[in-house]
């Protein structure tokens, strides 16, 4: 079998030239055309997929070659299966890498790994004649990666056939423009992490400047040249793993509501196949419920720190339900609000009081990027010598009170020191952001759960 489906990867030369927009501007005009599209995000990403879901109303998947290898091949395929397009975006500047003197994990390198033709972006903010040197530039860098067309992005009216005519003289043509727009900049403005994640955003406004963003689209010429330069691909369909033995269905608790919002939609498609599942707001419940497992993500607490102080009620019965024995697996966020308090602002607000630890949020990331992890001791997640990989996005650090035997070391990556991990009872949480397609954290946590319930007497 091959990955046929025809195929584009939105990029740019650098990272903040409006990828993410001009993904759903696309998208949106698709759907509106009647075809059906299907949406990805290259490298490891929670905030631009959401993003993607409003316009699709289906999950956005990563495709992260670092994390996933070849297995993005079949991701590619499986995810996009009846679409008439899969819509990639790309990830930081087309040539980017997270070494910086390779091509491994770049937009580059996905490009031609999937046979996908890039559709680049140039942002026509004072730039007239040097877009086509950019664009050769560009071309001639990698004569692998292959050019269907351009959008232009933040234009004014009387640059487009002027950018359009140095642009077309490239050889490439451009299939879209869109205006500059204060309101949209204002919806689409960045914040330390990124975009805003779809769950904090204004859902009416957003899909109203997407749909002005849209307008000047051509969706016939997107389509023909995303048939016309992507190839096929052949597939080795080895993309399911080993299905756990698990007994009994456990009732798992997922925390969400606007404050913790970083689950990859595999995360959750498994929970559903593992157990019967509820969703917490931590702003807004007062209980837990009658849960077995615990899921909190990662997210922006600090930003809603004082709505999570105030509610006493559910910090409460967290420490209850972990002082029980019941299971927890929290990331980042999660990890943040187990601990004493989370001091953002100069305010210092109250968490949970799981780990005995202060969380302070810094102006500059502490870690970022790619991670691994060698766990030092069995934990419910996985036993000790596993090497766990995922990615770090944290403004955030900890200083401990008390004294904690760490569960991980890291041979890349910051964690707290170089190490992380925290076991309390069978309540697990580190930084560590992990993708399931690379290590399937809740199967595990489940299975350990489900060998626990079924000793007991």
């Known amino acids: 079998m091959e990955l046929t489906v025809p195929r584009l990867i939105v990029s740019s030369y650098k990272g903040k030239s409006g990828k993410t927009l001009v993904t759903l501007a696309i998208a949106y005009a698709l759907n509106k055309a009647g075809f059906t599209t299907s949406l990805f995000k290259a490298g490891p990403d929670y905030i631009d997929a959401s993003l993607h879901g409003l316009v699709t109303a289906s999950p956005s998947r990563n495709l992260d070659y670092v994390l996933m290898g070849y297995g993005i091949i079949e991701r590619l395929h499986k995810y996009s299966r009846g679409s008439d397009i899969a819509l990639i975006e790309g990830v930081a500047g087309l040539y980017d890498s997270p070494s910086g003197v390779d091509e491994y994990g770049s937009t580059a390198q996905l490009s031609k790994i999937l046979k996908a033709p890039i559709l680049l972006i140039i942002n026509g903010e004072r730039i007239n004649r040097t877009a086509g040197a950019l664009i050769r530039g560009l071309r001639q860098f990698d004569p692998d990666v292959k050019f269907a067309g351009v959008v232009l992005t933040n234009v004014a009216s009387r640059q487009v056939d002027k950018l359009s005519r140095i642009i077309e003289e490239e050889g490439l043509p451009v299939v879209g423009f869109i205006p500059r727009d204060e309101e949209l900049e204002n919806v689409f403005k960045y914040r330390h992490l990124g975009l805003m ?24 010429a997107i389509l023909k040249l995303a048939k016309e330069y992507s190839e096929p691909v052949k597939l080795s369909l080895n993309i399911n793993g080993p299905v756990p033995i698990i007994k009994g269905a456990p009732r798992i608790g997922i925390m969400a509501g606007r404050v913790f919002t970083f689950y990859y939609p595999e995360t959750i498609e498994e929970a559903y196949t593992l157990g019967n599942v509820k969703f917490i707001d931590p702003e807004k419940d007062g209980e837990l419920g009658d849960i077995n497992i615990l899921l909190i993500g990662g997210g922006f607490p600090e930003l809603y720190a004082e709505g999570l102080e105030g509610n006493r009620a559910l910090k409460s019965s ?11 697996y929290a990331e980042c966020g999660g990890l943040m609000y187990l601990t004493n308090s989370i001091i953002y602002n100069n305010n210092e607000y109250e968490m949970a009081g799981i780990i005995d630890a202060l969380t302070i949020m810094l102006n500059k990331p502490v870690g970022h990027g790619y991670s691994s992890a060698r766990v030092i001791k069995d934990i419910p997640i996985a036993p000790r010598g596993t090497m ?30 170089g190490k992380d991990g925290f076991l309390i009872n069978n309540a697990y949480a580190h930084y560590l952001h992990i993708h399931p397609y690379t290590y399937s954290v809740l199967s595990n946590i489940v299975k350990s759960w489900s060998l626990n319930s079924t000793s007991q007497p």
């Open 197 to 220: 994640h779809a769950r904090e955003v204004d859902k009416g406004l957003l899909m109203s400047v997407i749909e002005r963003a849209s307008a000047n689209i051509n969706v016939g």
């Open 318 to 328: 967290v420490r209850k339900f972990i002082d029980g024995g019941g299971y927890l």
């Open 388 to 417: 766990l990989r995922g990615h770090e996005f944290h403004y955030s650090k900890l200083v401990l009170k008390g004294n904690y035997e760490y569960a991980l070391e890291y041979e890349r990556g910051v964690g707290v020191n």
